[in-house]
């Protein structure tokens, strides 16, 4: 199945989980393929050519059941493409129109949350296993060290581990979300390299947690947007060393002196995060997937940030009860 072009496909989570495979798939073959994420819509209204015989499609989703999915797949399929599906549920229409198929098994087949995180985790290990073996079966390519794949997979293996340990650290993360969500009506998500996945991700999840149209941009850019809001920003830095994170702290420093609210997700023991309103750490992993942790720390801050604004509703609801409750005793008295 192995062609020229390697596309990955998907919708929502789907395509930013894809971004992963595609950014580790075109580092392990150096640019000997053309790799992008994209989108499936994208691709079906704006990339097609009468003739993909030289296109590998990598469609994920969850359900497999994916519409703008599928009919992107079928697209692709009547062009000569081949297909490899990253999906959770067997016997889905995916997996029928896929010329194979990694399933990610990440628990029951119909997911019913929207908000839905195992997706993406999930999506994200079965995408970096697949782009080992694929850049391994590419003739020319440059061929990493053992010790180097080894690192990688060790790493993957010990992540439930280091999830483990970033879920532990949740009474931090209600505290920050809990004193600092609910103030703050904008809010932003930034990252660098794999970081901006995370950012991309955690847009989605709190969007949909929160109720919140939230910006999304490379921590360098955000400086050239319109600060005046004072946002909330969440800066997703897991994993950086040396000069890159000297500079996101500088750009933090930048963010707090606009008045925003930068809260920082970094690796234990990051130095020069001082500006930051709270720094929440994540335990160290392979550079790889320290994005992954970041992506976690930003799930629970998300569920938290979300208990927290409703829970400034509370009195609302205690007065409605209240008032209904009149409204209704005037009601039997006048009936009476």
């Given at each position: ?330 009601a039997l008295a006048e009936d009476a």
């Open positions: 199945c192995i062609r020229d072009r390697i596309r990955v496909i998907g919708q929502g989570t789907a395509a930013v989980a894809g971004q992963s495979t595609a950014a580790i798939l075109d580092e392990l073959t150096d640019g000997l393929l053309d790799v992008d994420a994209i989108t499936a819509t994208e691709l079906s209204g704006f990339g097609m050519r009468l003739d993909m015989s030289d296109t590998l499609a990598i469609a994920v989703s969850q359900s497999g059941t994916t519409t703008d999915t599928n009919r992107t797949v079928d697209l692709l399929r009547a062009r000569g493409a081949h297909v490899i599906g990253i999906v959770n549920r067997r016997s889905s229409d995916l997996t029928d129109k896929a010329d194979g198929v990694l399933y990610t098994a990440d628990g029951r087949d119909v997911e019913m949350s929207v908000a839905s995180t195992k997706a993406f985790y999930s999506q994200v290990a079965a995408g970096m296993l697949l782009a080992y073996g694929i850049a391994g079966s590419v003739p020319g390519a440059r061929r990493h060290s053992e010790d180097a794949e080894q690192s990688v997979l060790r790493a993957m293996r010990d992540l439930p581990a280091r999830m483990e340990e970033t879920l532990a650290t949740r009474p931090s993360i209600a505290a920050t979300a809990q004193q600092l969500a609910p103030s703050r009506r904008s809010w932003a998500l930034v990252g660098n390299g794999v970081n901006q996945i995370a950012a991309r991700e955690l847009r989605i999840k709190l969007s949909e947690l929160c109720y919140k149209s939230i910006a999304c941009d490379a921590t360098e850019d955000k400086k050239h947007i319109d600060l005046s809001s004072e946002p909330l920003i969440l800066v997703c830095a897991a994993g950086l060393v040396g000069s890159t994170a000297d500079d996101v702290a500088k750009e933090v420093a930048i963010f707090a002196a606009h008045k925003a609210t930068p809260i920082v997700v970094a690796s234990e023991g990051a130095r020069g995060f001082d500006a930051a309103a709270a720094v929440l750490e994540v335990p160290d992993t392979h550079e790889r997937l320290g994005f992954v942790l970041a992506t976690m720390v930003g799930h629970l801050f998300g569920y938290e940030a979300a208990l927290a604004i409703d829970a400034q509703a509370q009195p609302l609801r205690e007065a409605r009860a209240a008032v209904d409750e009149i409204v209704g005793d005037v």
